[in-house]
């Protein structure tokens, strides 16, 4: 009878390896033979970022310089490898491969343990397991993600139905650097839903709308509840980033009995003017209720002034 085949060891990963490595003696000079400005992986731009200043105690390169993150050198600083061999693998942040997220923020967070990531644990990109290099860039002098014109462009690669938005008709200034993503959005976390910036959706729109938020004696249910139930704050093709056409979107609450609020009807097609009203050109439903958001007139009840 054949002897049953022997277990295979099961292989080392990454991790493990760098336990057992030892780090250079050379520092990063080991790293810049190789990864130099012609490499398929250069890094000389970090010496522009602050990760490269060698002034800065907290700095990596003031550490273990390029290992304080990528783990020792070990084996694979080793000169020349023989036919079919392969490098020594070092830690890399690259998405997708077989590092654990969460290992990968660990070496992050080891020296980013900062306020603004007190909501980070639980979080929606925590439990999504997003890493930290999935949305910042180290190696180079600018981080995107720190630009406001260039958040959409770097956001929008996961969250691509609000990058589409953004384009639509009516939008917020996000393409020009007057606003981004993080001027409505935590992205480290938040104790409010959708990772706002505010407690509530309110809130976080009238940070900018203040004249928005009254009190107001005549208060419009819908505006004092939640704008995102009239408005899409990420684009649409309405004026006003509206969800609907008005009187289409009043008239999700507002019955048309009674008061001439209907854009058409059978009789227009013979006719014209026949019974559609005209208060329903132009601003529509807002021609007479102009105070939408709320009135504190003392006749304001129908918001009309």
């Known amino acids: 009878m054949a002897d049953a085949a022997e277990p295979q060891a099961s292989p080392v990963s990454t991790l493990e390896l760098k336990q057992a490595a030892d780090y250079s003696k050379d520092g990063a000079d080991t790293c810049l033979g190789c990864h130099d400005e012609d490499s398929a992986f250069p890094v000389l731009s970090i010496f522009k970022t602050k990760h490269g200043s060698r002034t800065d105690p907290h700095s990596p390169l003031a550490q273990y310089q390029c290992e304080s993150c990528h783990g020792p050198v070990g084996e694979h600083g080793k000169k020349r490898l023989r036919k079919g061999e392969n490098r020594e693998a070092m830690i ?149 980033m509206l969800t609907q056409k008005v009187p289409f979107l009043c008239q999700n609450c507002h019955s048309s009995a009674g008061h001439p609020s209907l854009a058409q009807d059978s009789s227009r097609l013979s006719t014209p003017y026949a019974s559609s009203s005209a208060l329903l050109l132009g601003r529509s439903c807002t021609n007479c209720h102009s105070s939408i958001h709320g009135s504190n007139h003392p006749s304001g009840s129908r918001f009309q002034r």
């Not at 990968?104 to 990531?117: G, P, R, T, V, W």
């Not at 925590?126 to 180079?140: F, L, N, P």
């Not at 407690?199 to 004092?224: L, Q, Y």
């Open 92 to 240: 890399t942040f690259t998405r997708g491969n077989e590092i654990p997220v969460a290992e990968k923020n660990a070496i992050c967070s080891s020296c980013h343990e900062q306020l603004d990531k007190r909501h980070w644990a639980g979080s929606s990109h925590q439990t999504g397991e997003v890493a930290c290099s999935d949305c910042h860039k180290i190696h180079v002098k600018e981080d995107p993600i720190r630009l406001k014109q260039l958040q959409v462009q770097v956001c929008g690669s996961c969250h691509q139905a609000e990058k589409l938005a953004s384009k639509r008709f009516s939008t917020h200034p996000l393409e020009y650097g007057q606003m981004g993503c993080t001027d409505c959005h935590s992205p480290h976390g938040s104790n409010a839903d959708k990772l706002l910036v505010a407690d509530t959706i309110n809130d976080t729109c009238f940070g900018c709308h203040a004249e928005k938020r009254g009190p107001f004696a005549w208060e419009h249910e819908p505006a004092s509840e939640n704008c995102a139930l009239c408005h899409n704050p990420h684009g649409s093709n309405q004026p006003a």
